[in-house]
């Protein structure tokens, strides 16, 4: 059974950084793209980035330039390194395979809150 455990979310001012780690358990983490998602209150989860097995990586629109995701295969870990945050960013962030693929099970995911 593969685990996504998701931590690194916060309260941070606009303009600040954090640091989004998932740890991946149960599965060959290598094999695969993976992915960071998130949900703001009241819309659908929307995808954010994606790194692909060699380490190439794709960003949506609004966060190319502040966002910044990388893997450790040994690790089994993604994160995603945010800068430049603002009240747009503030959601639930996730992690998982990337878009199309069959996902594994969603994890708790980890809050960032955007705010002065």
């Known amino acids: 059974q593969v685990q996504l455990v998701e931590s690194g979310g916060g309260l941070v001012q606009p303009g600040g950084s954090l640091r989004l780690s998932c740890a991946v358990s149960?599965?060959?983490?290598?094999?695969?793209?993976v992915a960071w998602y998130r949900q703001a209150p009241g819309k659908q989860r929307e995808w954010v980035a994606t790194?692909?097995?060699?380490?190439?990586?794709t960003y949506k629109d609004s966060v190319k330039g502040r966002f910044t995701i990388s893997r450790d295969n040994a690790q089994k870990t993604v994160y995603l390194q945010m800068n430049s945050l603002n009240s747009e960013d503030t959601a639930v962030y996730y992690c998982n395979k990337r878009q199309g693929a069959v996902y594994w099970a969603w994890g708790q995911g980890t809050q960032v809150t955007v705010s002065s």
């Open positions: 790194v692909d097995i060699g380490g190439t990586s």
């Open positions: 149960g599965s060959i983490f290598s094999a695969y793209a």
